[in-house]
């Protein structure tokens, strides 16, 4: 089953967030099929490509509850 979800990159303690499309039985930093955004918590910015995002969730791929939330916040799902 395919997942939208959280991919960790940057330092310790500072932290950085690509958003993907990734099978749910592979590891949090494994191999991605395509990234869609980006968010950062340090600095709280994001940007998403809502056309990918939009194409992705119509093919079935489910949010994780994390990505839920963020795009709501970005208004990308209602």
């Keep these: 089953m395919l997942k939208l ?45 809502t056309e990918k995002i939009k194409k992705w969730l119509g093919y079935g791929v489910k949010p994780t509850e994390t990505v839920f939330h963020l795009l709501k916040k970005a208004e990308i799902l209602s």
Aim: no cysteine; hydrophobic share 25%; net charge positive.
């Design 5 to 49: 979800r959280l991919k960790r990159l940057g330092k310790k303690r500072s932290p950085f967030y690509r958003l993907v499309i990734m099978e749910n039985t592979f590891r949090r930093n494994g191999r991605s099929i395509d990234e869609v955004g980006y968010y950062n918590p340090m600095t709280k910015q994001y940007k998403f490509d």
